[in-house]
């Protein structure tokens, strides 16, 4: 019976190591299967760590850009500013030059309006001196014409006086001639 216990017993403790090694086997397979995860998360975890690291360095970047951003943007505002206060000036400028514009054409149809009426004055005073010079022309025509006439007649009167006479009829008193 001893040698029936110890067979039992040694089977019992087969079946025991038996089930403890099929334990075993499973512990070592999900170990292994464990120890496969926890080396693809240390793996995914230096990937991860690169990629933070990249962001980490893209998002300063970012940062510097857009701290230089806001700086063009103050200075864009700057001169955005200066632009509006010239342009205000220069509308001012522009509305005083209107008005000078406006002045100007005034005058400028103020000196038409003189020079037409010079114009005007000038054809005028032209036709009076033309009709002067004609009138002038008559004149002289007319004198010349009396002049010759007055000479036949102061010819005609030294050919009808007498010799040592004075030409005179003796109605009239004697002077100077006429």
């Not at 025991?16 to 090694?21: C, D, Q």
């Not at 099929?22 to 995860?37: Q, V, Y």
């Not at 209107?98 to 038409?112: D, R, Y």
Request: glycine share 8%; charged share 40%; aromatic share 4%.
């Amino acid at each position: 019976m001893c040698e029936a216990q110890h067979t039992e017993e040694d089977r019992q403790r087969d079946a025991r190591e038996s089930k403890l090694r099929g334990e075993i086997a499973t512990r070592d397979k999900e170990n292994a299967r464990l120890k496969d995860k926890i080396r693809r998360f240390k793996t995914e975890i230096v990937e991860l760590k690169k990629k933070a690291r990249g962001y980490r360095q893209r998002e300063k970047g970012y940062q510097k850009r857009e701290e230089d951003s806001k700086k063009r943007e103050a200075v864009l505002m700057g001169k955005i500013k200066a632009l509006e206060g010239d342009l205000s000036s220069h509308k001012a400028l522009l509305d005083k030059n209107k008005e000078q514009i406006a002045q100007f054409e005034q005058e400028l149809k103020e000196c038409k309006a003189q020079f037409e009426e010079a114009q005007r004055s000038l054809k005028k005073t032209q036709d009076e001196h033309a009709s002067l010079r004609k009138g002038i022309a008559q004149f002289s025509g007319g004198l010349d014409q009396l002049l010759g006439q007055h000479k036949d007649i102061l010819q005609h009167q030294d050919s009808a006086t007498p010799a040592g006479g004075d030409g005179d009829c003796g109605d009239e008193p004697a002077g100077p001639p006429r």
